[in-house]
C-alpha cells in the first residue's frame, strides 16, 4: 500500500471525528434553542409562568413518578427477552438504560446506543448473530409501534367528535403508509424466500453505486444477509412475537399514564383523545434524529398541540416539561446506574461457531452459492452460545421512548 494512500486513510477517520463533534455542537444548540426560545414562544407562555406551576410539585409526586418511569423500562425488558434468547430480565433492564442514555446524549445517537447494546451483549456471551437479530426485529417493533400512535389518535379524536387537525391526519396517513410498507416487507421476508432473495437483490442494485465507490461491493451483499438472517427472524418472530408485542403495549400504556399525570398534576384538564394525540405526537417525534433523542422538537410540538387544543399555556407547557424530565433527563442518571450494574455483573466469553474473517469470506462468496446454499444459509444456529459471528444491519434494541 502506498503511502499515500495511508495518509489518506488516517485522515478519513479525523474528518469522520470531526463531522460528529460538529452534528453534536450543532444538535444540542438546536435543542437549547429550541428549550429556552422555542418551547415558551409557540406555547404562548414564559419560563418565569412555567417554573411557578413546577415549584409546587411534591417532592412524594415527583418520587411517585420516578416509579412509574422505572415500571415503564421493565414493560420494554420484555420485548428485549423476547427477541434475544437468553437475555435475562436484569439484563435486559441494563441494555436498555445504558443505551437509551447514551443515545439521548448524542444527536441521531442510535448507532452509538447500537454499539453499547453489542459491546453490553458479547460481554454476556451472546453471538454477533443473535444480538444483530434481536437488533433488527425491535427495530420493526418500535418502528410499528411508532407509526401506530398517530392512527390510535386519529381514531380517539373523532370518537369524541372533535376537530382533526390536518397536520395530524397527515402524520396519520404517512403512518400508516410507512407502517403497511414495512409490514408488507418484513412478512415477504418471513413468508417467502424468494421475496427475500428478490429484495435482497433491489437492495444491493440501490446501493452498488454507493459501495462501489467504497470498494466495499466485493464483500458486502446484503443478498446474502438477507438469507441468513431469514431463519434467524423467523425463529425469533415465532417464538416472541406475543412478548414483544405485549412489552411495548405495557411500556406505551405506562408512560401514557405518566403524561397523563403530569397534566393531572399541573391542572390541565383535557378530553382524553386530545391527551393522547398530543402524546402521539411526542413519541412520534422522538425519532427526529437533529437533536439528541428528538429534545426540543418533541417538546416544543407537544405543548403546541395542548395550548391549540384550549389547554392553559403555562400548566400545559410545564406538564410537558415535567413528562420530558422523567423520560429523557432521568434516564441519564439511570444509565449511569446501568452501567455500573454491568461492570459488576458477570461476564462471559463469546463463542462463535466461525471466526468473523472466515464469515466475511463466506458473505463474499454466497451470492455466487445461494442458490444451492439458501437453504443451508436458512439453518443456522440462533442460541446465545452459538452462531457464526456476523454483524448484521439494524437499529439498537432499545426503548422507543
Request: aromatic share 8%; with cysteine; charged share 15%.
Amino acid at each position: 500500500m502506498s503511502e499515500g494512500a495511508v495518509a489518506a486513510g488516517r485522515r478519513r477517520p479525523a474528518r469522520s471525528r470531526a463531522r460528529q463533534l460538529v452534528q453534536i455542537v450543532l444538535g444540542l444548540g438546536l435543542a437549547v434553542s429550541l428549550l429556552v426560545w422555542g418551547l415558551p414562544y409557540f406555547a404562548k407562555t414564559s419560563w418565569a409562568d412555567v417554573f411557578e406551576v413546577l415549584g409546587g410539585i411534591p417532592a412524594t409526586t415527583a418520587a411517585g413518578l420516578l416509579l412509574l418511569v422505572v415500571a415503564g423500562l421493565y414493560c420494554y425488558t420484555f420485548t428485549l427477552t423476547g427477541s434475544l434468547h437468553g437475555l435475562r430480565h436484569y439484563q435486559a433492564l441494563i441494555v436498555n438504560v445504558a443505551g437509551s442514555s447514551v443515545g439521548n446524549l448524542l444527536p441521531g445517537g442510535g448507532a452509538a446506543g447500537l454499539a453499547a447494546t453489542y459491546a453490553i451483549c458479547r460481554s454476556w456471551g451472546f453471538s454477533r448473530r443473535d444480538i444483530s437479530t434481536s437488533a433488527i426485529v425491535t427495530g420493526v417493533w418500535n418502528v410499528l409501534a411508532r407509526v401506530a400512535l398517530p392512527v390510535v389518535a386519529i381514531a380517539g379524536l373523532y370518537s369524541g367528535a372533535e376537530n382533526v387537525p390536518s397536520a395530524l391526519e397527515d402524520a396519520a396517513l404517512a403512518a400508516t403508509l410507512s407502517g403497511v410498507a414495512i409490514i408488507a416487507v418484513f412478512v415477504s421476508i418471513l413468508a417467502s424466500e424468494r421475496a427475500a432473495l428478490a429484495i435482497g437483490r433491489g437492495v444491493d442494485r440501490a446501493i452498488r453505486p454507493f459501495t462501489r465507490r467504497s470498494g466495499a461491493a466485493r464483500t458486502m451483499s446484503v443478498r446474502a444477509l438477507v438469507i441468513d438472517l431469514r431463519a434467524r427472524i423467523n425463529d425469533i418472530v415465532r417464538t416472541g412475537w406475543l412478548k414483544m408485542t405485549l412489552g411495548l403495549v405495557g411500556y406505551f400504556t405506562v408512560y401514557f399514564v405518566l403524561f397523563v399525570l403530569c397534566l393531572r398534576i399541573t391542572g390541565v384538564e383535557m378530553f382524553y383523545g386530545q391527551v393522547f394525540a398530543a402524546y402521539a405526537i411526542g413519541r412520534l417525534l422522538t425519532a427526529v434524529g437533529v437533536t439528541p433523542g428528538g429534545l426540543g422538537v418533541t417538546e416544543t410540538a407537544t405543548a403546541a398541540a395542548l395550548v391549540a387544543w384550549g389547554a392553559e399555556p403555562a400548566p400545559a407547557t410545564a406538564a410537558v416539561v415535567l413528562f420530558s424530565v422523567y423520560t429523557h433527563l432521568m434516564e441519564i442518571p439511570l444509565g449511569a446506574l446501568g452501567w455500573l450494574a454491568w461492570s459488576v455483573s458477570p461476564k462471559k466469553e463469546p463463542v462463535d461457531d466461525i471466526p468473523a474473517a472466515a464469515e466475511t469470506e463466506a458473505v463474499a462468496d454466497a451470492p455466487a452459492a445461494a442458490s444451492g446454499a439458501a437453504s443451508g444459509a436458512a439453518s443456522g444456529p440462533t442460541s446465545p452460545d452459538g452462531g457464526p459471528g456476523a454483524t448484521g444491519p439494524g437499529l439498537p434494541p432499545r426503548h422507543p421512548g
